[in-house]
């Protein structure tokens, strides 16, 4: 089973920026669907930007024109550039990796990392 791992995470205050980055040990990502979601205390666990295998990306409403989903297929590494940030925007960020043909699905998860955005 594949541990996907997130880091980047942290403290920062309102309007500062944090860039989020995903590894996945054993699969290449530029193969598989990818994303990055978050979940909030109380709340369920929300998509905030996707990028497929064919490189297109999409992106909830509520971070549109802030953040960034990007993949460096050298590295093998998933990235999340956040900017302008809001109090809002604070929860723990996971990453995803999903792979689906007709015979076989791979769905993998990271731990999280947690963002707080508070002054």
């Known amino acids: 089973q594949v541990q996907l791992v997130e880091s980047g995470g942290g403290l920062v205050q309102p309007g500062g920026s944090l860039r989020l980055s995903c590894v996945g040990p054993g699969i290449i990502f530029r193969i598989y669907d990818l994303g990055w979601y978050r979940q909030a205390p109380g709340k369920q666990r929300e998509a905030v930007a996707t990028i497929s295998s064919r490189g297109l990306t999409t992106y909830d409403d509520s971070v549109k024109g802030r953040f960034t989903i990007s993949i460096d297929s050298a590295k093998n590494t998933m990235y999340l550039q956040m900017s302008s940030l809001k109090p809002e925007d604070t929860s723990v960020y996971f990453c995803?990796?999903?792979?689906?043909?007709?015979?076989?699905?791979?769905?993998?998860w990271g731990q999280g990392t947690p963002v707080t955005v508070s002054s």
């Open positions: 995803n990796a999903i792979l689906q043909d007709e015979t076989r699905r791979y769905d993998f």
